[in-house]
């Protein structure tokens, strides 16, 4: 377990209050404070403890090299998220309640029985539900996207905002989620029975803004609608 200075307890908390206020961080004032992956994830950790909830799900981030070139780096990324991040579509949303929100395409998967390293691509498949989902990142940190530096990413729970997820249907593409569950593990965690996790976007984001958002899937994935007030 890797053992937060006074100076990343401090950002943990910055995170967290960001989190209450709406009040954006500037990156310059945490510049060097986290500086590789094991640091990262566990301010990550402080943040959610701060919070005070179960870890309800999580998201993937960075699945595609293009991604991954965007904030210099070389594998994905997780971000943990309560349980009320996590909405049934057709949502309404107040744009008001986030701070700089984007809006990605995504699939997520909810598992019917906790999930190990040990699984293969067919048992996953045989453990989870999947859905068409519409994921809303957001930041703590003002003008993040694109340039927020990747620790700051990952020590912002990946940059988790909303996803909104459609009907649940059986099967589809596992590849993030079997990369999930194999570095939870490595890090003492695991994939919960009931836990989802949105899986990486299809497109670059575009910045949400008000409106009707939809996407229509197929693969009896019907459609994932939200408002956006």
């Known amino acids: 377990m890797t053992t937060l200075n006074a100076n990343q307890k401090e950002f943990a908390m910055a995170l967290y209050d960001a989190t209450l206020t709406g009040k954006p961080l500037e990156e310059k004032d945490w510049k060097g404070v986290v500086e590789d992956d094991d640091t990262a994830y566990?301010?990550?950790d402080e943040v959610m403890r701060l919070k005070g909830v179960p870890v309800g799900g999580y998201k993937v981030s960075l699945t595609s090299k293009q991604t991954q070139d965007m904030f210099d780096a070389d594998s994905p990324l997780y971000g943990q998220q309560v349980n009320r991040r996590f909405l049934p579509a057709p949502a309404?949303?107040?744009?008001?309640?986030?701070m700089e929100p984007?809006?990605?395409v995504e699939l997520a998967f909810r598992a019917t029985t906790d999930l190990t390293s040990n699984d293969s691509?067919?048992?996953?498949l045989n453990k989870t539900t999947v859905a068409g989902a519409l994921e809303v990142p957001d930041s703590r940190f003002k003008?993040?996207?694109?340039?927020?530096?990747?620790?700051?990413?990952m020590s912002d729970c990946a940059v988790g905002g909303l996803v909104v997820y459609g009907k649940e249907a059986l099967g589809n593409p596992l590849k993030s989620l079997q990369w999930l569950v194999k570095k939870?593990?490595?890090q003492g965690k695991?994939?919960?029975e009931g836990q989802l996790v949105s899986s990486g976007t299809f497109v670059l984001p575009p910045h949400l803004k008000e409106g009707h958002w939809a996407v229509n899937f197929d693969h009896q994935l019907g459609n994932v609608d939200l408002n956006v007030n």
């Open 42 to 44: 566990a301010v990550q």
């Open 92 to 98: 309404n949303v107040n744009l008001n309640d986030l």
């Open 102 to 104: 984007l809006v990605e």
């Open 121 to 124: 691509l067919e048992d996953l």
């Open 143 to 153: 003008d993040w996207f694109p340039s927020l530096g990747k620790y700051n990413v």
């Open 184 to 186: 939870l593990e490595e």
């Open 190 to 192: 695991q994939f919960k």
